[in-house]
């Protein structure tokens, strides 16, 4: 199988995910800016998680370049991907309604470790199924970032129990972790091309 449907329905989703997320912004009662302040804490949990949203969509992307064909696993690991992430509108509203509280910040921190397992499943599979002479194992190296993130997750997890503010700094430093572009998969696939 072809990797443009995995690709389209993906892209689909999250697109629908970044939509619902929106929507969740309630207009503010009042005409004036202090109408804001009571919105500021759902606001920058929607930032936040469409950042999440944003960065999955573009390493997706990604990920896929390095894929020449697809099996009816690769399949599955994607939509268990999709699982986690279509999670992340519900856990983003539920601290950001809760933002000094403990559980939700915990959650949330869940969501995002069990996306980033999700998501490195995805690319052992991708792996497994492209051979020994894999673009993707050749792109991915050590993969510093991808073994760092479920750790720095776990620490926020365990955080949010003493400080849900630390815990929602820890997300938001792997966030900006991830934000940095990352060339590995380019630069593999496009030396392979030549």
């Known amino acids: 199988m072809g990797k443009s449907r995995l690709e389209a329905f993906s892209d689909g989703v999250i ?16 005409a004036q800016f202090r109408s804001l302040i009571p919105v500021i804490p759902l606001f920058l949990n929607y930032a936040l998680s469409f950042i999440y949203l944003g960065i999955y969509w573009n390493n997706h992307h990604h990920l896929l370049h390095a894929c020449d064909r697809v099996t009816g696993a690769i399949l599955w690991a994607n939509l268990h991907l999709l699982f986690w992430l279509s999670l992340i509108p519900v856990t983003t509203a539920w601290m950001s309604e809760n933002h000094n509280a403990a559980a939700p910040s915990a959650l949330y921190g869940a969501d995002l470790l069990m996306a980033a397992i999700a998501y490195f499943m995805l690319e052992q599979l991708i792996i497994v199924s492209q051979g020994r002479e894999s673009l993707l194992k050749r792109a991915l190296g050590r993969d510093l970032k991808g073994k760092l993130s479920p750790a720095l997750y776990l620490s926020a997890i365990v955080a949010a129990f003493w400080s849900p503010l630390v815990s929602q700094c820890i997300y938001l430093l792997v966030a900006l972790l991830w934000m940095i572009p990352d060339r590995r998969i380019e630069r593999v696939v496009s030396d392979s091309r030549e």
Not at 18 to 28: A, G
Request: hydrophobic residues 60%; without cysteine; glycine residues 6%.
């Open 15 to 30: 697109a629908i995910l970044i939509t619902i997320m929106v929507l969740e912004l309630k207009v503010p009662e009042g």
